[in-house]
């Protein structure tokens, strides 16, 4: 993402990527809507269902983009196709911290008992500049509450403008594989992989994918969570 950011300096320049900071800081918080297409309770004698727990930020909410178009909803059409019998449960909300996290997840295990839990926080820390020591914490607590709560855990690994300076965006990338490699999850080294100097795959602010782009951030997470599905 470093490279992107760089992209959108040298043709926009400075004002771009703060308004893209402030675009994704004054998103009102709310929660995602429900994915457009849900497995069904499974039948007697069959199967129980199994709840994938997706939480987030705008990432991961449908920020800006058509409902049932984000890449959670396309998550749960692929897992109906291809792996029946889990139900994606989107509890994203724009403009989310790990710290909001930290707090919403504890009702959200009790209610939904989740077989798998992917973690998709951590951008908005670093866009609002708080220190990595309370990030780290927060991604440890979540990624161990989780697995307390005998789910798998996936982590989601982001990265940050190079505006913050190098020594910050290095730290934060780090951040990811190092709580999940602490906590036995799985990785997806980073959601925008593949697309983030693609400036045709994202919304006007140059931060948050567009309908284009959305199958990409599937893509990028698909190969870490089918390994996981029963």
Avoid: C
């Avoid at 004698?45 to 997706?54: D, E, Q």
């Avoid at 789910?151 to 730290?171: F, K, L």
């Amino acid at each position: 993402m470093r490279l992107f950011f760089r992209s959108l300096y040298r043709r926009f320049g400075f004002a771009a990527i703060a308004a893209a900071a402030t675009a994704i800081l004054a998103t009102a918080p709310a929660f995602a809507q429900a994915p457009a297409s849900q497995t069904a309770p499974a039948a007697p004698g069959s199967a129980a269902t199994r709840i994938i727990l997706v939480l987030g930020d705008s990432l991961s909410a449908e920020y800006g983009v058509e409902r049932g178009s984000g890449w959670v909803p396309l998550l749960q059409k692929r897992l109906d196709e291809k792996k029946p019998g889990y139900k994606v449960i989107n509890a994203s909300i724009s403009g989310d911290t790990t710290s909001g996290g930290v707090t919403r997840l504890p009702p959200l295990l009790a209610q939904h008992h989740p077989a798998i839990v992917i973690i998709e926080l951590g951008s908005n820390d670093a866009l609002r500049g708080l220190q990595l020591n309370m990030t780290e914490q927060n991604l440890r607590t979540l990624a161990q509450k989780a697995r307390a709560a005998g789910a798998q855990v996936i982590m989601v690994g982001m990265q940050i403008p190079p505006n913050y300076g190098r020594d910050y965006t290095t730290r934060f990338a780090a951040l990811f594989p190092k709580i999940a490699q602490e906590n036995q999850a799985s990785l997806v080294p980073f959601l925008l992989d593949g697309i983030a100097t693609n400036r045709e795959l994202f919304q006007a602010d140059g931060m948050h994918p567009n309908e284009a782009g959305q199958p990409h951030l599937l893509d990028n997470v698909w190969p870490v969570l089918e390994p996981l599905l029963k």
